[in-house]
């Protein structure tokens, strides 16, 4: 379904191109109701005002630090926003719901801030029908920015390219598009796990192309070791994601108790190692080609 900026700017396109009394060629009206509807995109993304997102559960000691430097235990069903940073202590977690039909599970001895969640005003869907979306129903643009800890994650298909939903970490970005995954930090390495879907990441201590992570597929990076690096923009190497970390993830996002505590968070030491070296290893190399798309060598 098209959001109302983006119907009223196609049906001008066509209203327009039904006036001209001289033949348009169809390259020409493809190309004027193409930027018909980049306008109407640019205008709904200008009109995106701040989301509000819904506490689902909290398990144990959870507490939500507001800009005006107050802070307060986090309830369910409370409602937060952009500028709030919420924290789970141990064995402790929080299911946060985004108006758009996201939903974000703080795990155990995590910070997360809420850097920000915009959506259409008209697009809020309460959490009670989040269980019928297979996509968001308007544009939306959501930040999180996680210091230490591990969250997972479910974003709706999203209206791309002009929403979007990220993940920053000291080590890298996650972009999302519509997909399950999870997101570790520790001090001194990152992970990503992706469940179903897939999610681009990009390391933030490198350059060269994200890893593009598709369904089952996990990739770390651990900080001061050497890399194995390339001009083609290697970042670490994929791999089977841990088959432990899946369902655990899988169970907290599909009817099992989201306030029960998920895996505890792992020492600096043992937490990559979790992965069991016998698992095959996919080396190849990731590149983006001239035209957007990514290609394994």
Request: net charge negative; hydrophobic share 35%; with cysteine.
């Amino acid at each position: 379904m098209k959001s109302t900026s983006e119907s009223k700017a196609l049906l001008k396109a066509k209203s327009f191109l039904g006036c001209v009394a001289t033949p348009v060629s169809t390259s020409i009206r493809a190309s004027f109701i193409a930027a018909a509807l980049a306008v109407g995109a640019v205008t709904a993304a200008a009109a995106m005002q701040q989301g509000q997102i819904e506490v689902g559960s909290v398990r144990g000691n959870v507490t939500a630090s507001f800009r005006n430097g107050e802070a307060s235990p986090l309830q369910t069903g409370s409602m937060v926003n952009s500028g709030v940073k919420v924290a789970c202590g141990r064995d402790s977690t929080a299911e946060l719901l985004l108006a758009n039909g996201s939903r974000v599970i703080v795990q155990p001895n995590t910070e997360l801030l809420i850097t920000k969640f915009d959506i259409e005003p008209t697009g809020s869907v309460p959490s009670a029908k989040f269980d019928q979306l297979s996509a968001e129903p308007s544009f939306s643009s959501t930040l999180l920015n996680m210091e230490r800890g591990k969250i997972i994650v479910e974003v709706r298909k999203l209206k791309v390219p002009v929403s979007d939903f990220k993940i920053r970490t000291p080590f890298l970005t996650a972009d999302v598009k519509g997909t399950a995954f999870y997101v570790e930090q520790s001090n001194t390495y990152a992970k990503v796990g992706n469940v179903v879907g897939s999610v681009a990441v990009s390391p933030l201590l490198q350059l060269g192309a994200p890893v593009v992570l598709q369904q089952d597929q996990m990739v770390i990076y651990r900080l001061g070791e050497g890399h194995e690096e390339s001009q083609g923009g290697l970042y670490g190497r994929v791999q089977p994601i841990d088959p432990t970390e899946r369902q655990d993830a899988s169970n907290q996002l599909s009817g099992g108790d989201p306030s029960a505590p998920g895996s505890p968070m792992p020492s600096d030491e043992q937490g990559p190692d979790r992965v069991k070296p016998e698992m095959p290893i996919d080396n190849s190399i990731v590149n983006t080609s001239p035209n957007g798309e990514s290609q394994h060598i």
